[in-house]
């Protein structure tokens, strides 16, 4: 056996580790990685918005796209986990957490997919694994359309896509309407988390309202339908894909969608976890870590 194929024997048994030895990174060179919480903020401008971001860990960078009202924090502990092996990217879309947030439609859109190839852009990374959370897997995808040559893998929890803009727009009308009327905690919930009891669902569409802007939520999810992409653009995807859902979770859908159209993508489906639960389970580390491995070792 020559020494390319045994190293990417090895990758395949030990995953991200083999990565890091083969950098020459050690396990122990991340023992006092700093976490996620704990890491630095930078900002860079992009298209006049001004974007916040952390960085932690060493390796291939992998960026992480935070759902719809979400944040950066909300990837902690995949990131500190990912953080061992990989360089691990991790953006506020603009609208949320730190980044500025547009007043109108016209400010989100696409342009949270030129967001991420500036934040590339500015850190010198030609290209990337990309993690994608609902929106943030609407994101992820056309990042992986459009500009197919900067992401390596791609890996979409629960994402945000519908068949169509139109289809887009009516599943979330309802939402948008209860947002612009000064209401939006039961359309919420309903729409967002309706794989959870309904206190537990009310709960916490009354905590991600408070900590966003009404406004730029209003103005995000009215943009959301222009994301929408047709399947014959993914059928001619060559980027490596997976996709994880759960069972009960509201947005299968797109997990479905999705699987109908990009070629060889493997589907996971968790058995319970919900679809927040997801971001938390060990599955999807691994998962993403054999995924990179592929990526790297076709």
């Known amino acids: 056996m020559n020494s390319r194929l045994l190293i990417a024997a090895s990758t395949f048994v030990l995953g991200a580790s083999a990565i890091s030895a083969y950098r020459g990174l050690s396990p122990t060179a991340h023992s006092a990685q700093t976490a996620l919480a704990a890491a630095d903020d930078h900002f860079f401008t992009s298209g006049g918005v001004t974007l916040h971001y952390r960085e932690i860990g060493q390796g291939e960078p992998v960026v992480l796209l ?41 400010g989100y859109g696409h342009h949270w997919v030129d967001d991420v190839v500036g934040l590339l852009d500015q850190l010198g990374k030609p290209t990337a694994h990309v993690i994608g959370h609902s929106l943030g897997g609407a994101v992820a995808i056309n990042l ?6 900067r992401v390596a893998s791609l890996t979409l929890v629960a994402p945000a896509i519908w068949h169509d803009s139109l289809d887009a727009a009516q599943m979330t009308e309802p939402f948008l309407n209860a947002l612009r009327s000064g209401d939006g905690a039961g359309a919420l919930a309903t729409w967002r988390y309706g794989d959870l009891p309904d206190s537990t669902s009310l709960r916490q569409a009354s905590e991600l309202l408070a900590q966003n802007n009404r406004g730029a939520l209003a103005a995000a999810l009215q943009s959301l339908p222009a994301l929408m992409v047709p399947g014959h653009r993914m059928q001619r995807s060559q980027t490596p894909a997976l996709a994880l859902t759960s069972l009960g979770d509201p947005f299968v859908h797109g997990t479905n969608l999705v699987a109908g159209h990009w070629p060889e993508l493997r ?20 998962e993403f870590r054999q995924l990179a491995t592929r990526a790297l070792w076709p």
């Open 66 to 106: 935070h759902d719809f009202g979400a944040r950066l924090e909300s990837w902690s502990p995949l990131a500190d986990s990912l953080a061992r092996n990989f360089r691990v990217i991790v953006p506020d879309l603009r609208g949320f957490g730190q980044s500025s947030k547009p007043a109108t439609a016209s």
């Open 144 to 149: 992986a359309l459009d500009h197919p040559a």
């Open 267 to 286: 589907v996971v489906e968790l058995e319970s976890g919900g679809r927040a639960g997801i971001l938390h389970s060990q599955q999807l580390l691994t």
